[in-house]
């Protein structure tokens, strides 16, 4: 598998790390809370699968690309969460497609009794080595920090961290 891309964000949190459960928010985020955590984002939904995991199913476009991805529940704690898409689907356009490995990771970190850190990374891999070898060719001018998937971690993971803030300050998860 080759990296096609990987990006990390932190956004504060005001409210206690005891009122927080990452594990429980990535699974249950309503279409219409994902969908005003970042401008390209469109729905998510969730569900369970046979064996009880659960998932999420998100709509995006970053950088222009439509992407499908399908994250499968491997870690759920309340101070961290794991969402793994062994099946996102890139659109490259209206016909082509290709497919990657995303892995959604967001970890909270106290700093006070009234304050935590949130850290939201997301690492993107694919076994299409003419896709990944294009997207390396167009970005490598561009430095890391400007790169569409780290605008768009940069533009989510504030707006993720005031979700949760606001559901653990209204005590969702007690």
């Known amino acids: 598998m080759l990296t ?5 964000a932190k956004a504060i949190i005001n409210a206690p790390i005891e009122s927080i459960n990452l594990g ?4 249950t985020i309503s ?8 401008e ?9 699968l046979v064996s009880g995991k659960r998932f999420s199913v998100n709509l995006e476009t970053v950088g222009g690309m439509f992407m499908v991805q399908h994250y499968i529940e491997t870690v759920s704690e309340r101070d961290h969460v794991v969402g793994f898409s062994p099946n996102s689907v890139f659109w490259l356009n ?5 497919f990657s490995q995303i892995t959604w990771e967001l970890k909270v970190a106290q700093l006070d009794e009234n304050r935590c850190e949130l850290t939201c990374s997301v690492l993107s891999k694919s076994e299409n080595e003419a896709f990944v070898t294009a997207l390396n060719e167009a970005m490598k001018d561009v430095p890391p920090e400007n790169t569409p998937l ?3 971690i940069n533009e989510e993971t504030p707006l993720f961290g005031k979700d949760i803030e606001r559901k653990a300050l209204a005590g969702v998860w007690v």
């Open 150 to 152: 780290q605008q768009h």
């Open 31 to 38: 279409s219409e809370e994902y969908a005003a955590c970042a």
């Open 4 to 8: 096609v891309g990987e990006a990390t």
């Open 24 to 27: 429980e928010w990535m699974f």
């Open 40 to 48: 390209g984002h469109q729905s998510a939904a969730q569900g369970k």
């Open 94 to 98: 209206d016909t082509d497609y290709v």
